[in-house]
């Protein structure tokens, strides 16, 4: 009978056997492990989400009574006072908006993310989503990502200029993890926070993104992280309309990014008193918001979903997307965890459906759900200047190929039709 071996070697060939790897090789092992590992965080993240939401929101009363309204007053307030906490406690360098700090730490930083933000921005984010604040869910899914990147390459010796890769290949793997789109995850990691395509960061960001999602496809499920949808194939003629609706929904993701920047510049300046407070007044006004359109709290998925699958009223679309602007700019604006992207595709969604009963007004009828869709890439088109992940992103949503060339006449009318920021939008968050 064969001996056991024991456990320490086995360890001491695998650490051998990895430095025996060239330095690309390691990248993209350590990548696939930072995957998976980002795609077990965001799982916990998820569901920390989905409690923390079925034990407070959906336990108020349906009817619109007194308690109702003090719940949803109360409840987003509760849930970024606690997380302003985690993070004043935590570690305060977890202020501020994610994408953000993984592109600074990647730019600035030589990639160096302390560890202890992936556990703060889980529960920070958590428990401000989880009681109601409007934000994204893939905003700490990148950040998680960056961390836990970040934290591994450190752990297996990869100096600063590589260990930026493996930031990367985190926030690929958190936002695939997040929403199920493993090849979206890739270009928005490419074109907003490297800003280039021909990186050598391809390999490692790549095999991450595809571990990252599979690992939280597994657990997850698919649910609402991915809606197969199905259109007839356009025509010319439709062209016309779908540059509308770029025209339309572009300057929807711009204003909407462009109210967070002021509300947060507006209360960092010039606020009084303790600014881990502040949060919960947007929580206040979050839940106000949502006391009329309660489909804006939280992080929106399942409206967004409906939305795309044309069971969104498109006489309350318009309103949806104004108030979730609004909610989103008091819930991050004052300094609540969470993400930005999220809502970007919410008001884009929202906003096509808009279109879309505007258009079957002037007697110009399209399928249930296809502008959405395209409102929802263009809103990303001019929140992030991404044109290619906004169309990347559609395609691989709605997984049908024939809606292709309208998308991308649209995002290109958003992307020209809405003003250049003053500064790269990322770094607005």
Known sequence: MSRRTPTW??????????????????????GAVVGVSSGLATFAFVRLIEFSWSMTLQRLPAALTF??????????????LMGALVVRFGAPDAEGHAVAR?????????????????????????????????????????????????????SFGIGDGDLRTLVAAGAAAGLGAAFGVPLAAVFFVMEVILTDFASEAFPAVVIAAVAGTATAGLLLGSGERTVPLTYATKGPGDLPFFVLVGVICGPCGAVYMR??????????????????????????LAGLIGWALPEDLGTGAATISAALRGQVASWRAGALAAGKAAATAATLGTGGSGGAFMPAMFIGAT???????????IGRPFEKGELALTGLACAVTSAYRAPVTAIVMALEISRDYDLLMPVMVACVAAYLTTPRPSREPVLQQ
């Open 67 to 80: 308690w109702r309204l003090f719940g949803l007053l109360a409840l987003p307030a509760a849930g970024a």
């Open 9 to 30: 070697l086995r360890y001491q060939r695998a650490a051998s056997l990895l430095r025996r790897l060239t330095l690309r090789q390691k990248l993209i092992f350590v």
């Open 102 to 154: 993984v592109t600074e730490a990647i730019r600035e930083k030589g990639g160096r993310i302390p560890g202890i933000l992936a556990l703060v921005e889980l529960v920070a984010s958590g428990l401000t989503i989880g009681f109601g604040g409007s934000a994204g869910r893939e905003g700490p899914a990148i950040q998680i990502g960056g961390a836990m990147g970040s934290w591994l390459g450190q």
């Open 259 to 284: 109210l967070v920047e002021r509300v947060e510049h507006r209360f960092r300046s010039e606020h009084p008193g303790p600014r881990w407070l502040r949060p919960a007044l947007g929580g206040m």
């Open 351 to 361: 906003a096509g459906s808009a279109c879309q009963g505007l258009f079957r007004i």
